[in-house]
């Protein structure tokens, strides 16, 4: 059983590195951003006070993350192993973590602040079906439109300048601190996010002595 955690900046390839990873080796990705997006597209309770938060630039509060958490591991559905994306944040989350949980590595995509603008504020998604695009290098066929089902293509609300900054301000204040306890026991690997995805992926898996992909 494999058991990782997957830590970097918004804009870093979190999901996109875990997805090639579980492909091969059959893991379960639990993406904390996941979980809270689908709360605010059902119109939960979770997902207002969700949205509040994201709208104003600001870390939903550690208890209800690690409510989330908990109930996602909770199933036991991860018989190989899980990526976990997008959790912990800050020091007490990874104390919460450390006490409940195993794990065999952090993943670490470190990614230069402007390098998080430039990709940040250059992803959008379909209002309609939901597909992701990134106007770097995934573009649509036409300006503005899905190329799978012809919806809009928008911004999240909270893909901000304003936001962004006020993320990587909390993103170094808490997350360092999360690499530090994490790197006293040894479970830290560093992979410079920068280069193509599949560069990324051979190197995480040569840190981590994984097969390479096939």
Known sequence: MRKYVIVGPQGSGKGTQSALLLRDLDL???????IFRWHVKNHTKIGAQVRRTMAAGELVGDDLVERIVR???DQHDWNFGFIIDGFPR????????LES??????IHLDLPDGEVRRRV???????????DYNLIDDRPTQEGR????????????????????????????KTDPVLELFGRKEY????DARPDIDTVQRTIREKLGLPMPR
């Open 101 to 106: 949980y195993d794990i065999d590595g952090v």
């Open 188 to 191: 830290v690997v560093t992979v």
């Open 90 to 97: 800050n020091r007490r989350q990874t104390e919460f973590f």
């Open 28 to 34: 379960v990705h639990i993406g904390v951003g996941d």
């Open 121 to 131: 504020l250059a992803r959008r998604y379909c209002a309609r079906c939901g597909m």
């Open 71 to 73: 109930e996602r591991l």
């Open 146 to 173: 899905c190329d799978v089902c012809g919806g809009e293509l928008v911004a999240r609300e909270d893909d901000t300048e304003e936001a962004i900054a006020q993320r990587l301000r909390d993103y170094h204040q």
